[in-house]
């Protein structure tokens, strides 16, 4: 499979007990239809870290590489660009015919880590409205 940004084949690496498809050229990820969400069941952060640690760590890539991408399965499907929000806004390219997804350098563990701050906000915001309630019904 190619990296739908460079060109270089991309590399099958394990992630607990996924396998995401990485490039060791432009260090873009590759996930496919519902990888993202297992990656966050297994709760682990600074997954592209780990994995530069074990198989190297590439130069940044060219912004000159920014343009049109492909998708590595479907060939002739061009890559949508959209913008998956929690705290903050994270761009990832992802194709509409096989629901697979390109996440640039770093946009991963930036995704990862954005959704975990949001689960904490939630829990919290979830706890201050419970003790809320508590201390209303004590009040009575
Ligand atoms: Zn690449
Ligand atoms: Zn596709």
Not at 108 to 115: F, R
């Given at each position: 499979?190619?990296?739908p940004k460079c060109g270089a084949m991309l590399t099958p690496l394990p992630v607990g007990d996924i396998t995401v498809d990485k490039c060791q050229s432009c260090d873009g990820i590759w996930l496919d239809h519902g990888e993202l969400?297992?990656?966050r069941k297994t709760g682990l952060r600074d997954i592209e870290k780990t994995l530069e640690e074990q198989y190297g760590n590439?130069?940044?890539p060219m912004s000159s590489l920014d343009?049109?991408?492909r998708c590595p399965y479907c060939a002739d499907e061009g890559l949508r660009t959209n913008y998956v929000s929690y705290m903050q806004p994270v761009k990832m390219d992802h194709c509409a015919v096989c629901f697979g997804m390109w996440l640039d350098k770093r946009e991963?563990?930036?995704?990862?880590?954005?959704?975990q701050q949001l689960d904490a906000v939630q829990v919290e915001g979830g706890m201050k409205a419970m003790f809320a309630a508590l201390a209303?019904?004590?009040g009575r």
């Open positions: 499979m190619k990296c969400e297992k990656l590439p130069p940044a343009g049109y991408l991963l563990d930036k995704l990862l880590e954005d959704k209303k019904r004590i």
